[in-house]
């Protein structure tokens, strides 16, 4: 995995958006001396070629795509009418756990909180029905209402023409700021149209969540709910999929009917996530889905530590520090042999294995810590 990625050779002074790990087509992991395909060697050990999730390492310099992933249903029909634009007849649910601090947007606001925007920013409630929407968002008082009034003004937003969407960004860049205070999402708004200037997604900041989370907290993205990354760096996990419907901040092509039939429209907050304690080591990230969960593991340098059995593959990714790594077998409590730990190591743990785990004692003259920091993937173990 050091220096290959789906057979092309990676440049180590290049910056590169997203490492994938797995054995998705799209990206498939390669082993590190045979070159052999991970699903091949799979295959050849007896298990499934398919790992149920896709891990991936994103680093974020600039606001990417507002998208939404369908659930499974959707996605099996989506595949097959259309095999060329959605390419997996599987949901994707999602879920990041940042390395810095990281913002992204997840979810609808609060009906509330876009009521009040909205009624500052009028060139927006205009293009998105007006006062009809206005009044449907304020008048929601059950959970049903407020779906169907965010439903209203998000379809009547993407379903704007291009010229109206462009008078109206236009309109509201001069609104916000020539304004005596701004909110934080009129802040957004300058920032994401300053990266996509005439893209109907800056409007996004007024409709969706801004999440800001820290190194360690987490948030998960289920079917059918729009989001999107703004900046920083996270290992990200998801079921094994690769379809995408895109809402904004994207030159690419926006299935717009699709999009705006699949969202639940719920203002629910966010799923942010602390993780669960396991050890003194160890904090585990457990989505509501079967496929996936995340662990991530500080062993202090020096210091080793044991990764007990669990059901199902798995993958370890180093990020930072260095040490050793190998099998215990049957009562041992050491392994007969190591294999090395550095940032960028990647491991496959095949079922109920123990791992043995070293942290070296030197620290490399670079590195921000001493200790050893990894993530393993497994499937959800409840
Ligand atoms: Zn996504």
Not at 113 to 128: F, G, P, T
Not at 134 to 159: G, Q, T, Y
């Amino acid at each position: 995995m050091h220096a290959y990625s789906a057979g092309a050779v990676v440049d180590p002074t290049r910056p590169y958006a997203e490492i994938w790990i797995g054995t998705h087509p799209s990206g498939p992991a390669l082993l590190r001396h045979s070159h052999a395909s991970l699903a091949d060697f799979l295959v050849a050990g007896g298990e499934q070629p398919n790992l149920p999730y896709l891990l991936k390492i994103l680093s974020v310099a600039s606001p990417l795509s507002i998208q939404a992933h369908p659930d499974k249903q959707l996605a099996e029909r989506l595949h097959s009418d259309n095999p060329h634009a959605y390419k997996d007849d599987n949901h994707k649910p999602e879920m990041s756990v940042a390395l810095t601090d990281f913002e992204g947007m997840c979810n609808f606001r609060p009906v509330a909180d876009i009521l009040a925007d909205l009624e500052l920013r009028s060139e927006l409630a205009a293009l998105v029905g007006g006062k009809a929407s206005l009044d449907a968002l304020s008048n929601s008082s059950s959970s049903e209402d407020r779906r169907a009034a965010i439903h209203v003004v998000f379809s009547s937003l993407m379903s704007a023409s291009k010229e109206a969407v462009a008078s109206a960004l236009d309109a509201t860049v001069i609104a916000v700021k020539t304004a005596s205070e701004r909110s934080d999402a009129d802040d957004l708004f300058l920032r994401l149209i300053s990266y996509y200037p005439g893209d109907v997604g800056c409007f996004a900041a007024y409709l969706l969540n801004h999440i800001r989370i820290s190194p360690g907290q987490a948030f998960f993205m289920a079917a059918n709910e729009p989001h999107a990354y703004l900046k920083g760096q996270c290992v990200e996990i998801m079921a094994c999929s690769d379809n995408v419907v895109r809402a904004g901040l994207t030159p690419k092509f926006k299935d717009v009917s699709t999009l705006v039939k699949m969202l639940t429209y719920k203002d629910d907050p966010p799923k942010i996530m602390s993780g669960e304690k396991v050890d003194g080591c160890s904090v585990v990230y457990k989505p509501p889905v079967e496929e996936f969960q995340l662990t991530k593991t500080v062993v202090p340098s020096g210091s080793t530590y044991e990764i007990t059995a669990a059901k199902g593959p798995g993958m370890i990714m180093v990020i930072g520090g260095q040490g050793w790594i190998g099998v215990l077998s049957g009562e041992r409590q050491k392994p007969e042999s190591r294999l090395p730990l550095q940032p960028g190591s990647v491991y496959y743990v095949a079922d109920s294995t123990r791992i043995y785990i070293e942290a070296d004692h030197a620290m490399a003259a670079d590195a921000p810590s001493p200790d050893l920091l990894f993530f393993r993937a497994n499937i959800n173990q409840d």
